[in-house]
């Protein structure tokens, strides 16, 4: 069975920074592209970052793009994500998400349950 | 970027009514990065279509996606009382990947 696992979330204040973690199992990880998505409250879904299965190819959202970093450790079966000056708008449900295959440029079959980010002062 | 707007955003219909929700791109999208995704309160989205007609694995063939670029619909043939959710449309052809705002299917 197909799992992904985040964790790392929680209260932060503005300008500070969090590492979110996603850790995978039930597929052999380094034949996948993963990705972060998120959701603020009562909104809808936004495309954050992807990683190509070897980090060779690495894509960000411009609202993120200079202030976060997504990275994977294939022999740890584990994605992250480096959130640094974080804004209030950063606020949100972040999802780890998997690609469909080792394709990068195809939807996302597996989700993660979630981790809430909260920044505020 | 690619923005896509959904319509409408809220579908009011009864069990085994059919649904059909529309999603038009800003730009052209090739029908091969189109996908559909469910989502209900309190879960993470489900991928419903992928390449704007195929069906994900154990989704119902009551589900079915068409259309080519910028206009891509949904079909729900008839209305089961666990497809009332919201849904959204995914083009994932260009960084960054981008979603539109969402349908909601409610019960009438």
């Known amino acids: 069975e197909v799992q992904l696992v985040e964790s790392g979330g929680g209260l932060v204040q503005p300008g500070r920074s969090l590492r979110l973690s996603c850790v995978a199992s039930?597929?052999?990880?380094?034949?996948?592209?993963l990705h972060w998505v998120r959701q603020a409250p009562g909104k809808g879904l936004e495309w954050v970052s992807g990683?190509?299965?070897?980090?060779?190819?690495?894509y960000y959202a411009d609202s993120v793009r200079g202030r976060f970093t997504i990275s994977r450790d294939n022999a740890k079966n584990s994605l992250y994500l480096q959130m640094n000056g974080l804004r209030t708008e950063d606020t949100a449900l972040y999802y780890c998400a998997r690609g469909r295959n080792n394709d990068f440029w195809t939807g996302q079959d597996y989700w993660g349950q979630g981790i809430l980010v909260t920044v505020s002062s | 970027e690619i923005v896509l707007t959904q319509s409408p955003g809220t579908l009011s219909l009864s069990p085994g009514e059919r649904a059909t929700l529309s999603c038009r791109a800003s730009q052209s999208v090739d029908s091969t990065y189109l996908a559909w995704y469910q989502q209900k309160p309190g879960q993470a989205p489900r991928l419903l279509i992928y390449g704007a007609s195929s069906r994900a694995t154990g989704i119902p063939d009551r589900f079915s996606g068409s259309g080519s670029g910028p206009d891509f619909t949904l079909t729900i043939s008839r209305l089961q009382p666990e497809d009332f959710a919201v849904y959204f449309c995914?083009?994932?052809?260009?960084?960054?990947?981008?979603f539109g705002q969402g349908t909601k299917v409610e019960i009438k």
């Open positions: 995914q083009q994932y052809g260009s960084s960054p990947q981008t």
């Open positions: 990683i190509t299965w070897n980090s060779g190819n690495i």
């Open positions: 039930g597929f052999i990880f380094d034949d996948y592209a």
